[in-house]
């Protein structure tokens, strides 16, 4: 074969790649964004945090849910990302729209470009604004996935020992909506001390799933402050038994009311 069949050979192949992944993206229902983030996060993890699932991962493959998280790297919303659809009848991708620091959304670039695509929503570290809160809240009333980490915060004071105290809004979130509450423990996420250095550690993750956590107790009842705090114990401590690390409680009492 001389150079020319060889030109033509590679320009066909080119074309043909290109065809199928235009066709892939065209097609995908969450979007050809979500379909060209989860690319990203498949060469991510090829490349770099390898990532096992330790257990089934419960993931609704249609209505809503809150897919909770412990928080000690940047990277974690890629690793939840990761194969979520694993146990769907028919695999297909949801976004998870994630609340995120607003921060993020200061970067230029693809961090910007993926944030956006992702659906995330952005909130001030003050927690003064309630947008959103009622963003998520209809996020969820809309049949969405919808992610947080409860710490509020990457922990770097007490990653592999004890969970940050929880703030309430996942608890606010759950018992508004109803929408079914599925904790997740990563281990070893990428640690760094930059952002974008976290996404290029070389590390084995590996995730734990929890099943939904019944919060039927609280329904039914105008939330508290004393109820939010139980029910985000409760969220908390689903989460440390699941990582097999201690949580800061914050509610007034020894032990959890779930009555």
Same mark, same amino acid.
């Given at each position: 074969?001389?150079?020319?069949?060889?030109?033509?050979?590679?320009?066909?192949?080119?074309?043909?790649?290109?065809?199928?992944?235009?066709?892939?993206?065209?097609?995908?229902?969450?979007?050809?964004?979500?379909?060209?983030?989860?690319?990203?996060?498949?060469?991510?993890?090829?490349?770099?945090?390898?990532?096992?699932?330790?257990?089934?991962?419960?993931?609704?493959?249609?209505?809503?849910?809150?897919?909770?998280?412990?928080?000690?790297?940047?990277?974690?919303?890629?690793?939840?990302?990761?194969?979520?659809?694993?146990?769907?009848?028919?695999?297909?991708?949801?976004?998870?729209?994630?609340?995120?620091?607003?921060?993020?959304?200061?970067?230029?670039?693809?961090?910007?470009?993926?944030?956006?695509?992702?659906?995330?929503?952005?909130?001030?570290?003050?927690?003064?604004?309630?947008?959103?809160?009622?963003?998520?809240?209809?996020?969820?009333?809309?049949?969405?996935?919808?992610?947080?980490?409860?710490?509020?915060? +990457?922990?770097?004071?007490?990653?592999?020992?004890?969970?940050?105290?929880?703030?309430?809004?996942?608890?606010?979130?759950?018992?508004?909506?109803?929408?079914?509450?599925?904790?997740?423990?990563?281990?070893?996420?990428?640690?760094?001390?930059?952002?974008?250095?976290?996404?290029?550690?070389?590390? +084995?993750?590996?995730?734990?799933?929890?099943?939904?956590?019944?919060?039927?107790?609280?329904?039914?009842?105008?939330?508290?402050?004393?109820?939010?705090?139980?029910?985000?114990?409760?969220?908390?401590?689903?989460?440390?038994?699941?990582?097999?690390?201690?949580?800061?409680?914050?509610?007034?009492?020894?032990?959890?009311?779930?009555?």
């Amino acid at each position: 074969m001389d150079w020319r069949s060889l030109l033509v050979w590679i320009l066909g192949a080119t074309v043909l790649i290109v065809a199928i992944a235009t066709y892939r993206g065209a097609t995908c229902p969450a979007g050809w964004r979500a379909w060209v983030c989860y690319q990203i996060a498949v060469v991510h993890r090829t490349l770099f945090a390898h990532c096992q699932m330790m257990n089934k991962c419960p993931f609704p493959e249609s209505g809503p849910a809150i897919i909770v998280a412990n928080h000690t790297s940047p990277v974690d919303p890629v690793l939840i990302w990761h194969r979520h659809f694993a146990q769907f009848r028919k695999p297909r991708l949801r976004v998870i729209g994630f609340m995120m620091a607003k921060e993020y959304y200061g970067h230029g670039g693809v961090v910007n470009w993926v944030c956006r695509a992702m659906e995330s929503i952005p909130v001030s570290r003050s927690g003064q604004d309630m947008g959103p809160i009622r963003e998520a809240l209809t996020r969820l009333e809309n049949g969405q996935l919808l992610g947080l980490f409860p710490e509020g915060r +990457l922990n770097v004071e007490s990653p592999d020992e004890r969970l940050l105290p929880g703030g309430t809004g996942a608890a606010w979130l759950a018992l508004k909506s109803k929408a079914p509450v599925i904790p997740v423990f990563i281990h070893h996420a990428p640690r760094s001390k930059s952002i974008l250095g976290c996404y290029f550690v070389r590390t +084995l993750v590996s995730l734990t799933y929890g099943d939904p956590i019944d919060l039927s107790a609280w329904h039914g009842r105008k939330p508290g402050h004393e109820d939010l705090a139980e029910v985000t114990d409760v969220i908390m401590k689903s989460l440390s038994d699941l990582g097999g690390i201690g949580f800061t409680p914050i509610a007034p009492q020894c032990e959890t009311r779930r009555a």
